[in-house]
């Protein structure tokens, strides 16, 4: 809700914005085919039930619309993850079983797959290499602690800190990630 209300900010008084909405990306309140284009940043790969967020897309978007996307590539790939994973070593507990992560749709085979599953093709998946830029180490450590932070009791939380900070100054920043651009074609 908090991002929709920045993204209701931002784009206040632009032409052809119709309006911007919480939805379930699962099972979107929307009708059949009203869609030419589909953009999704960063996003769908946090969906608990993929082929039903790929389904809905696919529902969403006229015949020869297409799909947009961006997601992270695996663990390996990611030197966010590198990172965060120092701070889920002070964990006393794991997320629920079955809580997608940011690299839950990295495997590109497993990707195609998924797509061509709910009727897209052609697809057309580029690998990139990103940065991600923060202004700094203390902002890097926040965005980690909002991951892992509820995971992490509060007497474990500065050593958490400290070892993630270090591993910042390790790896360095900009973090690089390796993440997929994928267009698919409904």
Same mark, same amino acid.
């Given at each position: 809700p908090h991002m929709v209300a920045v993204a209701r900010e931002r784009l206040a008084g632009v032409p052809g914005v119709?309006?911007?909405?919480?939805?379930? $990306?699962?099972?979107l309140d929307l009708p059949d085919s009203s869609f030419d284009l589909v953009v999704a940043a960063l996003s769908l790969m946090f969906c608990p039930d993929?082929? $039903?967020? /790929?389904?809905?897309v696919h529902r969403v978007l006229r015949p020869g619309g297409r799909l947009v996307m961006a997601c992270w590539g695996t663990p390996d790939q990611c030197e966010s993850v590198t990172?965060?994973?120092?701070?889920?070593? /002070?964990?006393?507990r794991r997320p629920p079983e079955g809580t997608p992560s940011g690299q839950a749709l990295g495997d590109p085979d497993h990707l195609h797959t998924l797509l061509e599953g709910s009727g897209f093709g052609p697809i057309d998946m580029t690998s990139?290499?990103?940065?991600?830029?923060?202004?700094?180490?203390d902002a890097m450590w926040a965005a980690?602690?909002?991951v892992h932070g509820e995971y992490i009791p509060a007497d474990r939380l500065e050593d958490a800190r400290a070892a993630t900070m270090a591993e910042? $100054?390790?790896?360095?920043?900009?973090?690089?990630? #390796?993440?997929?651009?994928?267009?698919? #074609? $409904?």
């Open positions: 119709v309006g911007v909405e919480v939805m379930d $990306a699962q099972a993929h082929p $039903a967020a /790929f389904g809905e990172v965060g994973r120092v701070a889920a070593g /002070f964990a006393d990139r290499r990103m940065r991600l830029r923060y202004p700094g180490p980690v602690r909002h910042i $100054a390790r790896v360095g920043l900009p973090l690089r990630n #390796t993440g997929w651009l994928v267009t698919a #074609t $409904a």
